[in-house]
């Protein structure tokens, strides 16, 4: 399918502690033009879980909550990840 994804806007962050923070980050998907889904972009927010680098741990995302990009997905190309 190709892919070109933009991140729009970081929504929100929520600190929760010294090391860890919730971000909700803003992006949009263009399908590649020329494949099948060109021109039916289709846009989504995940929540990240970030965590700061502590003894022994290095910073970065600790997970993803992607359902709003799932279901985009589902309803801009009619598939699923798993089809």
Not at 16 to 36: D, I, M, N, Q
């Amino acid at each position: 399918m190709g892919t070109h994804l933009e991140l729009l806007s970081i929504e929100k962050v929520e600190v929760y502690s010294s090391t860890s923070a919730l971000c909700w980050l803003h992006w949009v998907f263009h399908p590649k033009p020329g494949s099948e889904f060109a021109g039916k972009d289709w846009k989504f927010t995940n929540i990240y879980g970030y965590r700061a680098a502590s003894e022994g741990a290095e910073a970065g995302w600790e997970f993803v909550v992607r359902d709003q990009e799932i279901n985009a997905f589902k309803e801009a190309t009619g598939g699923s990840f798993l089809s």
